[in-house]
């Protein structure tokens, strides 16, 4: 019996100083500034549209296109009520939507050509996004491709209209061969 009285006294006194810890918290959490400030109401969402398309000979290209949705929204007390009264209705503002399109990223390498009097300019893009290199004629229907001031490499054109791109890697000592598709 006398365990008892010990248990039922300090769970007691336990929730007493729990109770008494939680409104004194409440209390210095407070600010004048938070009074002034407005509320808001925000959410964001991520879209991601995955497009696959299988081509006639089995080649499937991938197309992922990102968006960011934001809405915002102010929280204020409704205007028809006395400003003086205890429990006021909260009213949201209208929404403000913005959208953000983080760009459309494919598997598929691809390229377009624009002739110039002494050879292509052209636009790659692929993965890592569209770049612009000058294409000037060699010998044997090779390609001087500059992609800048230390990027060169050769390139041809195939039977379907392919570019194909062949660059040293020094790191590797091999050939790596990049192919574009015709846009």
């Not at 918290?25 to 925000?42: A, L, R, Y």
């Not at 390498?109 to 060699?138: F, H, M, R, V």
């Amino acid at each position: 019996m006398k365990i008892f009285k010990k248990l039922v006294v300090l769970i007691l006194l336990l929730c007493t100083y729990t109770t008494y810890a939680q409104s004194e918290d409440k209390k210095e959490g407070k600010d004048n500034s938070e009074k002034t400030k407005p509320k808001e109401n925000s959410s964001e969402e991520i879209v991601t549209k995955t497009i696959r398309i299988k081509g006639a000979n089995g080649e499937e290209k991938v197309i992922k296109q990102q968006q960011v949705i934001t809405k915002k929204s102010e929280v204020k007390l409704s205007p028809d009520e006395e400003d003086d009264k205890t429990n006021r209705t909260a009213v949201y503002a209208p929404e403000k939507v913005s959208v953000k399109n983080s760009g459309a990223t494919s598997s598929e390498k691809i390229y377009s050509s624009i002739p110039d009097g002494n050879g292509y300019i052209l636009t790659l893009i692929d993965e890592k996004g569209e770049k612009t290199a000058k294409a000037k004629p060699l010998s044997n229907d090779y390609y001087l491709i500059n992609n800048g001031v230390n990027d060169n490499c050769l390139g041809h054109f195939d039977d379907a209209k392919n570019l194909i791109i062949e660059t040293y890697d020094s790191e590797t000592d091999a050939i790596l061969t990049v192919t574009y598709k015709l846009k």
